[in-house]
T-cell receptor, first 112, second 114 residues
Framework: QKEVEQDPGPLSVPEGAIVSLNCTYS??????FMWYRQYSRKGPELLMY????GNKEDGRFTAQVDKSSKYISLFIRDSQPSDSATYLC????????????FGKGITLSVRP | DTGVSQNPRHKITKRGQNVTFRCDPI?????LYWYRQTLGQGPEFLTY????????KSRLLSDRFSAERPKGSFSTLEIQRTEQGDSAMYLC????????????FGPGTRLTVL
């Protein structure tokens, strides 16, 4: 079993839909939680970063962390075709030289 | 452009050949990471430098892989005697020091071993 599991894809939604992306993790030493977006043939870029349990909002994006359940989510409101990309959850363990442990990624397609 | 750059962007080689990739991090960043990403998977950590010191290597980094960061600036990743299983995207990221700092990724080098 991998340390970070991400819901399998691909996912296709109509423009304007609310998208929910989820990851679970097994190691309670993970303390920092990130969501990255990766367009085809590009490197990942950071979307959201959270440390504590709860919600963090940035425009149309909301990141949610539940440390007690070892579960993180990313919500995208009013999804746009430009949101079509692969979304990767990533985590950092304390004392781990800040190296990222990624989920498998899920490919999202937003249909106009 | 002040982002992370990687060269070459694509490399096609025959099995058994040696290849070398270069990463130029953001100039003020003292941390540099290498990751490998295969098709349909998330990136996996390979190795980490703080300045010129290589502080951690993953079990994924076999003896055929070596990485350097002379003078704490650019970094190179060399793969000797390439195998078909080495085909992947090799990503470099850099960050500042501290408990948590955002890692900025380069565009990656896509390696195909024939």
């Amino acid at each position: 079993q991998k340390e970070v599991e991400q819901d399998p894809g691909p996912l296709s939604v109509p423009e304007g839909a609310i998208v929910s992306l989820n990851c679970t993790y097994s190691n309670s030493a993970f303390q920092y939680f990130m969501w990255y977006r990766q367009y085809s043939r590009k490197g990942p870029e950071l979307l959201m970063y959270t440390y504590s349990s709860g919600n963090k909002e940035d425009g149309r994006f909301t990141a949610q962390v539940d440390k007690s359940s070892k579960y993180i989510s990313l919500f995208i409101r009013d999804s746009q075709p430009s949101d079509s990309a692969t979304y990767l959850c990533a985590m950092i363990r304390t004392g781990a030289n800040s190296k990222l442990t990624f989920g498998k990624g899920i490919t999202l397609s937003v249909r106009p | 452009d002040t982002g992370v750059s990687q060269n070459p962007r694509h490399k096609i080689t025959k099995r058994g050949q040696n290849v070398t990739f270069r990463c130029d991090p953001i100039s003020e960043h003292n941390r540099l990471y290498w990751y490998r990403q295969t098709l349909g998977q998330g990136p996996e950590f390979l190795t980490y430098f703080q300045n010129e010191a290589q502080l951690e290597k993953s079990r994924l980094l076999s003896d055929r892989f070596s990485a350097e960061r002379p003078k704490g600036s650019f970094s190179t990743l060399e793969i000797q005697r390439t195998e078909q299983g080495d085909s992947a995207m090799y990503l470099c990221a850099s960050s500042g020091a501290g408990l948590y700092n955002e890692q900025f990724f380069g565009p990656g080098t896509r390696l195909t071993v024939l």
